[in-house]
C-alpha cells in the first residue's frame, strides 16, 4: 500500500496534513496518535470511504475501490452499522456471498472466536461482541490487506487479549494489517511498525526500539520526602511527571540535564533509577519535541 501526499480538510480544520505512508507486503503497522491526530480520517481515505483534497493512494498497485471490488482490502470501522434483524451468520454470510473467492463463513466466525454467537442477532450482542463480529465481516473475504480502527474499543481486558490472540493467527498467514488504536501496549506487543500521528502528520515512524530511541527519552524514578510535583515538574527537560507518597516519576527527554538538577535542589533524594521508556512514554517525549519545533 502506498499513500503519498494525504491533505483533508474539514472547515477550518485540517485533519490530515501531508500524510506519506507505504507499508510493504506482510507488515503489521499500527497507527497511533491522540484524540484528534487524524487516525480515522486516514483509515477512511486507505479504504476510499474519504477523498483526500489532494495526494493519492494505491493499494497493490489499484485504487481503493477497485481493490475493494476484488476483495483484496477488509476494513473493520470504528462505527459500522450492523443489521438489526440478521443473525450473525446471515450477516458475516451476506457479506461472503459478495466476493468471488471468500473463506468459509464458519472459518470467519471461528478467527473471531463467536462461533457460538452464529444464531444471536445483532441486538442482542454486547459492544465487545459487536467489535468481534466487524471483526469476522472485514476478514471474510480473505483480504490481503486488513485494516482496522480501534478495533477493541468496547472490549473488556479478556475479550481483548482473545481478540488479539485471534489476529495474530490471521497474520501468521502473511496477510498485511494495519491497525489504528489508542491502546499503547497492543501496539508495542502485535506490530512490526509503528506509525505516531499528531495534527495530522506523521511525527514518527520505524519499529518500537527505532521509536524508543528516538525519543530520546528516560524515566527517572527517585524516593523525595515532602516533595510536591509542581516542584519536580520545574525541573529542566521533564515532559510528565507522577508523584505519589514520597515517590517520584519522571518522564525526561533529557535525563543527565534533568538528574544534575534534581541532586543539588533535593539532596534528600534517594533510591534513585533511570530507566529506558516504554512505546506509551516515547509517544510523550515525541510530541512534546514536535510542540517546540512547532
Not at 275 to 288: K, M, P, R, S, Y
Request: glycine share 8%; net charge negative.
Amino acid at each position: 500500500m502506498d499513500a503519498q501526499s494525504l491533505y483533508k480538510t474539514y472547515g477550518e480544520v485540517r485533519a490530515v496534513d501531508g500524510v506519506d505512508l507505504r507499508i510493504a507486503p506482510g507488515e503489521v503497522v499500527a497507527l497511533l496518535g491522540p484524540n484528534g491526530a487524524g487516525k480515522s480520517t486516514t483509515v477512511d481515505m486507505l479504504v476510499g470511504l474519504t477523498k483526500p483534497d489532494s495526494g493519492e493512494v494505491r493499494v497493490f498497485g489499484r485504487r481503493p475501490y477497485d481493490a475493494i471490488q476484488h476483495g483484496m482490502i477488509g476494513a473493520m470501522l470504528q462505527e459500522g452499522a450492523l443489521l438489526d434483524d440478521a443473525t450473525v451468520e446471515e450477516m458475516v454470510g451476506m457479506v461472503a456471498s459478495l466476493h468471488s473467492a471468500p473463506m468459509k463463513v464458519s472459518d470467519a466466525l471461528r478467527r473471531a472466536g463467536i462461533e457460538d454467537l452464529a444464531r444471536r442477532r445483532s441486538t442482542k450482542l454486547s459492544g465487545g461482541q459487536q467489535q468481534r463480529v466487524r471483526f469476522a465481516i472485514a476478514v471474510v473475504s480473505n483480504p490481503d490487506l486488513l485494516l482496522l480502527d480501534e478495533p477493541t474499543a468496547g472490549m473488556d481486558v479478556a475479550t481483548r487479549r482473545d481478540f488479539w490472540a485471534s489476529m495474530k493467527e490471521f497474520t501468521s498467514t502473511g496477510k498485511t494489517v494495519m491497525f489504528a488504536t489508542h491502546y499503547l501496549e497492543e501496539a508495542e506487543e502485535a506490530a512490526d511498525r509503528v506509525v505516531f500521528l499528531r495534527r495530522g502528520r506523521v511525527v514518527a515512524d520505524g519499529s518500537v526500539e527505532q521509536i524508543r530511541s528516538l525519543a530520546a527519552g528516560r524515566t527517572l524514578t527517585a524516593t523525595i520526602p515532602g516533595v510536591d510535583e509542581e516542584s519536580v515538574r520545574a525541573l529542566p527537560c521533564v515532559v510528565d511527571v507522577d508523584v505519589r507518597m514520597a515517590k517520584a516519576t519522571i518522564l525526561s527527554s533529557d535525563s543527565d540535564t534533568t538528574l544534575r538538577a534534581m541532586l543539588p535542589r533535593f539532596p534528600q533524594a534517594r533510591d534513585i533509577e533511570v530507566v529506558g521508556v516504554g512505546l506509551d512514554e516515547a509517544f510523550l517525549v515525541l510530541t512534546a519535541q514536535e510542540g517546540e519545533e512547532s
